[in-house]
């Protein structure tokens, strides 16, 4: 039975990645400790859905990024949890203006805007994104599109520093058994209370206190492991929030990433040769490119990707503009047959959902340092954890366990135990 310590020595504050990372640094330490989250559900932005379609899919991440540094493929693979363990080539085909196109010009356009805009900042250069893309060429749709997707904001909003600072190994490797499964198997044991919002944090002498719609908890540290946007928003309060750590909320903020998931009664794709299609068909000069991955790991589903303000503006206008646009695309790709064929249709809703509102974190351009400012204590007991505060695996699943491991190693420190002896230290 999971025992809830009465007067815990640290409570962590959302049941994420970071916060599971966190908890079990404490557990392993032997510190009393709760995990409080305000959903019915653990995991936040890592949430592996079998029920809506009948089939497997995440509604937020899905890949292991930069795989060979990742702690928590490491930890798959500890628990036997299943994964696409090699990496595809020759894996992506674009359908546009009406046709399937192979060509190296797309391969050569998107993906070297992809690296010069890392690279850039890797030089010193913290400009837009925005500036280093030809919008004449007639990938820019693309490029663009993958920017959102990579970023989850617009060109325009991108720092070149920030992207540079990101420490990509180039090895993707999507999760069979599901990434937020993975996740809600590593909180197991872990002493989490759902249905508990946090509203507002104060640092008083020696005690935390937690202000929470179900009463105030009172500990000697806290770890805050919410979404950066309930910060940035003030709907998660901190007394005494020192300004420059309220400035990089807002030099830093979430961007918006949506999915669309279609099932059918069977494989539709089978005499297609790759697994991840972009679809842009400009049908009309509104119309956006929009990617697929075509039955992952052979389940007869159909995921679409949409991010940056387009992804936010069709979450706002509702399920049914979201399904109609993603099955208009595929028909147009695939031959109007396939409507037939579709069972059930669902989509997410991470930029409305009141606990989350939004995707992950990118630094505007001129601030690609802002993060930095994530890591600082405040008032000396209260440590902040997320995908928003690591310095090089930012906007990621395994960066914001990595915070949360080294938030609970400061709040060790901080409540003068001795730490857990790993050595376990951030990226400056
Ligand atoms: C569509 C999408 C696709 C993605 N794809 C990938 C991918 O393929 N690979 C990858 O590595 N990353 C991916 N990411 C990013 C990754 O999912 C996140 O960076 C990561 O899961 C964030 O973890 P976290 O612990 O920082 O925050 P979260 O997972 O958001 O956890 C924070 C928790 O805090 C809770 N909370 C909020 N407010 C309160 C409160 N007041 N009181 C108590 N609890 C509160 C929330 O409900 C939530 O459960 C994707 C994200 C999205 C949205």
């Known amino acids: 039975m999971i025992q809830y310590p009465l007067n815990p020595d640290v409570v962590i504050i959302g049941a994420g990645a970071a916060g599971i990372g966190a908890g079990r640094a404490l557990a392993k330490a032997k510190i009393p400790f709760i995990i409080i989250e305000a959903k019915d559900r653990i995991g936040g932005r890592a949430f592996t859905d079998t029920t809506s379609l009948g089939h497997l899919w995440d509604h937020g991440c899905h890949w292991f990024h930069s795989a060979d540094k990742n702690v928590l493929r490491n930890l798959a693979e500890e628990v036997g949890h299943k994964y696409r363990s090699e990496p595809r080539t020759g894996v992506m085909r674009a359908f546009m203006d009406g046709q399937w196109k192979n060509d190296r010009l797309r391969e050569d356009f998107v993906w070297g805007v992809l690296g010069d805009v890392a690279e850039a900042g890797r030089d010193g250069r913290d400009i837009p994104a925005a500036a280093l893309l030809d919008q004449n060429h007639p990938w820019y749709p693309m490029a663009k599109h993958w920017l959102a997707l990579m970023y989850s904001v617009e060109p325009e909003e991108i720092s070149t520093r920030d992207a540079g600072n990101y420490d990509d190994t180039g090895l993707n490797l999507p999760v069979e058994d599901g990434y937020g499964a993975l996740i809600a198997r590593l909180a197991a044991g872990l002493p989490i209370r759902t249905s508990i919002a946090a509203t507002r944090i104060s640092a008083r002498g020696k005690e935390v206190l937690v202000e929470t719609n179900h009463g105030t908890i009172t500990a000697k540290a806290a770890i805050v492991a919410t979404p950066a946007r309930m910060l940035e928003t003030g709907r998660l309060g901190i007394d005494g929030l020192p300004s420059e750590i309220a400035q990089a909320f807002a030099d830093a903020p979430m961007g918006y990433y949506e999915k669309i998931a279609v099932a059918f009664d069977g494989k539709v794709f089978d005499g297609f040769d790759v697994p991840y299609a972009d679809i842009f068909d400009p049908v009309a000069a509104t119309t956006h490119p929009l990617n697929f991955e075509l039955h992952p790991f052979g389940r007869p589903i159909a995921v679409t990707h949409i991010a940056g303000n387009f992804a936010r503006d069709m979450e706002r206008e509702g399920e049914a503009g979201m399904i109609d646009f993603a099955v208009s695309a595929l028909v147009r790709a695939f031959g109007s047959d396939l409507r037939k064929r579709i069972k059930k249709a669902t989509t997410t809703h991470w930029s409305s959902d ?44 395994h960066g914001a366990f990595e915070t949360g491991l080294f938030a609970a190693e400061k709040a060790i420190m901080a409540l003068g135990h001795m730490t857990t002896g790993a050595k376990r230290t951030l990226p400056a």
Do not use: D, M, W
């Open 354 to 397: 009141i606990f989350i509102n939004g995707a992950y974190s990118c630094a505007r351009p001129g601030k690609g340092a802002a993060r930095k400012a994530f890591a600082a204590p405040i008032q000396e007991r209260i440590f902040l954890a997320g995908e928003h505060v690591h310095p090089t695996f930012q906007a990621t699943a």
